[in-house]
């Protein structure tokens, strides 16, 4: 394949194709590339007279950003608004079991920083109140990397998680399904029954509307879409701000690397800023060593 091949494969017969599927194939191709090239170059050579040479570069490269678009949480006293109006609304709301198990677990998003779709596949018996200081809980099916697959790691119930988790599964879950003991029952069960009349697991779309009503009500004044996610970038940002390293943050979050954790709290850091001022504070001092 020579670099005109990749020309004509990205200009038209991927001319109209979304910028992901562009930049997959063009990593795709790079790595095969790079493989012959370390492994079989020589051998390529002999058989054929050719120097293996990634057809892709500078001029044919797909362009394109995976990066996500810039996160702003919320602040800590706009948290604190949302989930104060939103546990008053327990004791006069129509639906109490479902709209405490919203509660419970958007409030257990922004304590520890899970992925939606891990908080509704943890089991009762992923509460693990008798290891660590405050009880862990086991996420089995950690949202892995780039379709890595499933990635375990164990969540310590901070922040208060701890505290709440033991309210809801006493004073709440019994409202959907009397059988603590049954495997693999869900922590955040759903209305909906099974045919032995067990509760079903509830489904992320579930949470994210009830977690869009609450914010709607109790947060009129946050301009941007409140969702799931932005949830675990304020757990982030708060652990951040509360003295907690990046390695910690990466543990409990399950980033596979340090580079994704420091974009969850960059809008929180203030290198630039301390720069400055110990550049501010060099130049005082030089100054006065000028004139004294």
């Not at 790595?31 to 040479?53: D, P």
């Not at 008053?88 to 419970?104: D, I, Q, S, V």
């Not at 579930?206 to 009129?220: D, E, V």
Request: hydrophobic content about 40%; proline content about 5%; charged content about 25%.
């Amino acid at each position: 394949m020579e670099p005109a091949d990749a020309d004509g494969y990205f200009g038209k017969v991927l001319r109209g194709s979304p910028s992901g599927t562009r930049l997959a194939r063009a990593q795709a191709l790079t790595t095969s590339f790079l493989f012959l090239e370390l492994r079989h170059k020589v051998e390529i050579h002999r058989m054929t007279g050719r120097v293996v040479e990634c057809p892709i570069d500078e001029m044919n490269r797909p362009r394109g950003s995976k990066d996500a678009a810039l996160r702003i949480p919320p602040t800590a006293p706009e948290i604190k608004t949302l989930f104060t109006g939103w546990g008053g609304e327990l004791a006069t709301c129509r639906k109490f079991a479902p709209t405490a198990r919203n509660y419970t677990a958007s409030k257990l998003l922004s304590q520890v920083g899970l992925w939606v779709s891990e908080a509704c596949e943890l089991d009762l018996a992923d509460v693990k109140w008798d290891l660590g200081r405050f009880g862990k809980l086991h996420v089995r099916h950690g949202k892995g990397a780039r379709g890595s697959g499933p990635r375990e790691r164990m969540v310590p119930l901070i922040n208060g998680a701890d505290r709440m988790l033991r309210w809801f599964i006493e004073d709440v879950w019994g409202q959907f399904d009397d059988d603590h003991p049954r495997p693999a029952a869900p922590l955040l069960p759903s209305e909906r029954k099974n045919t032995d009349s067990s509760s079903r697991r509830v489904g992320d779309d579930a949470l994210r509307n009830g977690l869009a009503t609450a914010a709607k009500a109790h947060l009129p004044g946050w301009a941007d879409t409140l969702t799931p996610h932005v949830l675990r970038h304020f757990c982030a940002s708060e652990l951040y701000l509360g003295g907690l390293d990046l390695l910690g943050i990466q543990e409990v979050l399950g980033h596979s690397w340090i580079a994704t954790t420091m974009k969850y709290i960059h809008v929180q850091q203030t290198r630039v800023e301390d720069a400055w001022v110990t550049g501010q504070q060099r130049a005082a001092k030089r100054l006065e060593g000028l004139m004294g």
